[in-house]
């Protein structure tokens, strides 16, 4: 039975090399691209043929698929056979569409009645256009006797990735009387070694036999990826042909999960004028396949204006586990909230979703934000970020522990604003509607760029009954430049604390008039900084003992708005000196009472109708005699605030405690002791400072200090 088409499985042993190619014209080679040259030739340098074989197709292979139309050119040579008497061929070119790799070459075998032997003839590749020549020359052997044809059983077959190995069968038409061995080749879409292997180059058919198997082994992997096609090829056979079904393609089936992809974080920040955001998308295992990951934008920040970013969708080679978007910050100049960038993950294709499929980008403002009188006064509130919310000022505010003091001091506020380190409250709105009693060695700053309302009392007063100490009381009583307030000698009274442009009364002198009494620290013309009243000093000692403590200074707090304060009807803010204590042992001097502290508002308006303001000294104690104790100095009373704070009084002989500032209102000198033993009383504190850029007077508030200044 003549076989009227014979095709031969070839193998090409493949090379590459990397050159500049595409075609100008028929021959030439381009300069305009560059990539892989793919080689072009036959599997091997024979054929086996008889005269049954008829029109025989013999593959002309590339090494690789080509974006290109590939061809090249075949002849052939009689070497002992004979053209149009032993074979016919059209000599011409072998043409190879882009993406395939095979090829045909046809050649006729032809029969005649002669008894000859085996005849050849060469066949030879040349001229490639788009390709480089590998193996260019096959010699077709015409049989003189009629040979067995040796296929596979089957054209495919299916398996798991799981599965350890496959078995497709060969065959021969008839048995032969010797054995029969065919070469094997591997190729297809699955990578030999990768995805699978042969376990021998070689089938064998025993004589007399007409089947065997070949092994084809599977190798898995943990990729997800595409079923892929491993491709089994018989290649020339000793004493038979290769027929027609020459190739079994066994398709690998694919058992791994698609990966997931997620952002490696859901948050992260950048400064205005940085200059990139780096956001990773990562896969959790590799894949086998070419991912795409789209992602959506939101948030506040607006694309264009405010940032770039790299154009949607992320694309994951097979492999890479991990893939980069870019944003590019774009800086102005607008004082503004800091922004975000939301960039969310869509459905991917060849994978799912992770957990992290969101992430927001916090851009934040560079521009300083400011609050107060203007840039170079020292008493301007400036951040690098806008408040973070409303704040609520509580019942009790220690400046040094506070959680809703700022981290940082405001820009610069300690180096070329030269303020002492502060506890400032940031907000964008602030209310105060009950009783806040401050403490703590940090003056408070309340600063906000919406409105501040206090309809309740603010008190960074120090006041001896209820033994609190105003916000900001330096501990060595009186910071540089004022001079310290003096100590009484034995049994004379102390100096209490001046400051603010109205100095504190002297102490009494003790013993009659032996012991001078101590003196007033001195006033401060215009204060340039933050700070509290200046403390008094303790009486003169006897016999070892001291006197009472000295009234502490009144603290000091700076309020500032953007746009507006309000203090309610009976509201109240006071920072006034302490009075001093009493002491116990005999003739000690009376001890000094403390100034009233700093008290400053600023917004563009100002409502403080029925609010009560007051920076009043405490009073001095009372000199003790060798009979009695004397008595304390009184604290101010914010419900009288023209009222000075009485010096303790009442012990015969023993010189009584001078006044407090208040009002219009001197503080008073101690009085000295009369007769021996008795001892001077304590000088009555000084005034504090209250300034603001609106008349607080006329705006209809009650206001009592040293120094009252509208600025």
């Not at 070694?193 to 036999?209: E, H, K, M």
């Not at 009976?570 to 006034?576: L, P, T």
Request: with cysteine; net charge negative.
């Amino acid at each position: 039975m003549q076989r009227a088409l014979l095709v031969l499985g070839l193998v090409l042993a493949a090379t590459g090399c990397k050159q500049v190619f595409g075609l100008d014209e028929p021959g030439h080679m381009s300069d305009a691209q560059v990539g892989t040259i793919p080689s072009i030739g036959f599997a091997g340098p024979t054929t086996l043929t008889d005269e049954m074989s008829g029109l025989v197709m013999i593959p002309v292979l590339l090494s690789e698929p080509s974006e290109f139309e590939v061809s090249v050119a075949y002849s052939a040579t009689d070497i002992t056979a004979t053209v149009t008497e032993d074979y016919e061929i059209e000599t011409g070119r072998v043409t190879i569409p882009p993406g395939q790799q095979t090829g045909q070459l046809e050649i006729t075998i032809l029969t005649d009645i002669m008894s000859e032997q085996d005849e050849t003839v060469e066949l030879r590749l040349t001229d490639p256009r788009q390709a480089v020549l590998a193996l260019d020359t096959n010699i077709v052997t015409i049989s003189a006797n009629v040979l067995p044809r040796i296929t596979f059983a089957t054209a495919t077959s299916n398996v798991s990735e799981a599965s350890t190995k496959v078995t497709p069968m060969v065959q021969l038409d008839v048995a032969s009387p010797v054995a029969i061995t065919a070469n094997l080749s591997a190729s297809g879409t699955a990578t030999s070694g990768t995805d699978f292997s042969l376990t021998s180059t070689q089938v064998t058919i025993p004589a007399g036999q007409t089947t065997a198997l070949v092994e084809v082994n599977i190798i898995g992997d943990t990729l997800d990826e595409n079923d892929e096609d491993a491709v089994v090829t018989l290649v020339n056979a000793n004493a038979a042909i290769v027929g027609t079904q020459s190739t079994h393609t066994v398709t690998i089936q694919d058992n791994d999960n698609a990966p997931t992809a997620s952002f490696s974080t859901t948050s992260s920040s950048i400064a205005e004028n940085g200059t990139t955001a780096t956001l990773t998308v990562n896969l959790n295992t590799a894949s086998g396949m070419m991912i795409t990951v789209p992602y959506t934008l939101g948030g506040t920040a607006a694309q264009g204006m405010d940032y770039s970013i790299t154009t949607s969708p992320l694309t994951f080679t097979p492999g890479t586990t991990s893939q980069t978007i870019t944003v590019t910050m774009m800086d102005d100049l607008v004082d503004e909230a800091n922004e975000t960038v939301i960039v969310t993950l869509g459905t991917p294709t060849n994978a799912g979703l992770g957990a992290n499929q969101m992430h927001t980008l916090t851009i934040t403002d560079d521009e300083v934000t400011c609050v107060g009188p203007g840039a170079g006064n020292a008493f301007n509130v400036c951040y690098d970020s806008q408040p973070a919310g409303p704040a609520t000022l509580p019942a009790s505010l220690n400046t040094d522990t506070y959680p809703g003091c700022m981290a940082t001091q405001p820009v610069g506020w300690t180096t070329t604003q030269a303020q002492v380190a502060a506890c400032v409250i940031w907000a964008t709105t602030v209310t105060g509607s009950t009783t806040t009693t401050v403490t703590g060695t940090r003056p408070l700053v309340i600063a906000a760029t919406g409105t501040i309302n206090i309809t309740g009392t603010l008190d960074v007063a120090s006041k001896r009954v209820a033994g609190t100490i105003g916000p900001g009381i330096p501990s060595n009583g009186c910071e540089a430049p004022l001079s310290q307030p003096q100590g009484g000698v034995h049994g004379a009274g102390g100096g209490p604390g001046g400051t603010f442009m109205t100095k504190g009364g002297n102490g009494g002198s003790g013993d009659n008039n032996q012991n001078a009494g101590g003196v007033a620290a001195a006033a401060q013309s215009m204060p340039t900084y933050l700070r509290a009243g200046c403390s008094g000093t303790r009486g003169g000692p006897s016999f070892g003992m001291n006197a009472g403590n000295p009234g502490y200074g009144g603290g000091a707090v700076y309020i500032a708005s953007s746009t507006s304060i309000t203090l309610g009807n009976n509201s109240e803010i006071n920072a006034s000196g302490q009075g001093a204590t009493n002491g116990t042992p005999d003739n000690v001097g009376g001890s000094g009472g403390g100034s009233g502290g700093m008290i400053r508002l600023y917004a563009p308006a100002m409502t403080v109708t029925g609010a009560t303001l007051l920076a009043n000294g405490g009073g001095g104690a009372e000199g003790n005699t060798d009979v009695g104790n004397g008595q304390p100095g009184n604290d101010p009373n914010s419900n009288s605030p023209s009222q000075p704070a009485a010096g303790g009084a009442g012990l015969a002989n023993g010189g009584n405690g001078g006044a407090g500032f208040a009002g219009m209102t001197a503080a008073v000198d101690g009085v000295n002791g009369s007769g021996t033993d008795a001892a001077g009383g304590g000088g009555g504190g000084g005034g504090g400072y209250i300034q603001s850029n609106v008349n607080l007077a006329a705006g209809g508030a009650s206001v009592s200090a040293g120094s009252i200044v509208t600025q």
